[in-house]
């Protein structure tokens, strides 16, 4: 699977679930004690929750298009929306638009229900190569 190939992914245990009836994967990462940003609570240190919504993201891409080389992120706005608590967490991905060499996507990252969310993400992905071939 493509997720054991990148190292940062396998950091975080990344694993890919399942798809919608859209053909968005889900994305799922194990709770790890490595994670744990605030000890008190305990949550989730916000760049992994970061990490996870961005490598979603690219993986999410390279799933759909033909890409010759892996997607770069050129511009992220994450908007932390409660704690992420020491618990499995999940991300779903969307392919908002696509330029001629931008893709604009949106990420949300929950926990126990996908309509309370504890981030959303807003992407800019720089593709190299030509996204008529986009497998929405």
């Known amino acids: 699977m493509l997720i054991n190939f990148i190292p940062y992914a396998k950091l975080l245990g990344m694993k890919r679930v399942e798809a919608d009836q859209q053909g968005r994967w889900l994305f799922l990462m194990p709770p790890a004690q490595k994670l744990i940003g605030n000890h008190m609570i305990p949550a989730l240190h916000g760049g992994a929750i970061a990490g996870f919504m961005e490598t979603s993201a690219i993986l999410h891409l390279i799933m759909k298009m033909t890409v010759d080389h892996v997607p770069k992120v050129v511009d992220i706005n994450i908007d932390y929306i409660r704690p992420g608590l020491l618990k499995p967490t999940y991300s779903r991905c969307k392919i908002i638009r696509f330029g001629s060499r931008l893709v604009s996507m949106e990420v949300i990252c ?19 190569k030509d996204l008529s071939q986009l497998n929405s």
């Open 110 to 128: 929950w926990q126990d229900n996908q309509a309370e969310p504890i981030a959303k993400a807003r992407l800019q992905v720089l593709v190299d």
